[in-house]
């Protein structure tokens, strides 16, 4: 089941988003070598987890590209 990004004025940053990609590949790792990818529910639940983390990035990432732009040259209309 895909879950919906709510973005607020508050939403995390892409620097804090990657950082929380950087921290599951890092688990990732540590599962591998404690033989925990084997594992059909923690793998299922990884990789739901590294996929939701991954649409937060981007979403995040275009998000601050899309505010930067409309800083620097206005809003886009149409």
Do not use: C, K, N, P
């Amino acid at each position: 089941m895909q879950q919906a990004i709510i973005f607020t004025r508050s939403a995390i940053s892409a620097l804090t988003a990657r950082d929380d990609l950087a921290r599951l590949e890092a688990e990732r790792l540590v599962a591998r070598r404690e033989g925990l990818l084997d594992v059909r529910a923690y793998l299922a639940d990884f990789e739901a987890e590294v996929d939701y983390r991954r649409d937060v990035y981007v979403a995040s990432a275009v998000s601050e590209i899309a505010t930067l732009r409309a800083e620097l040259f206005g809003a886009q209309v149409g």
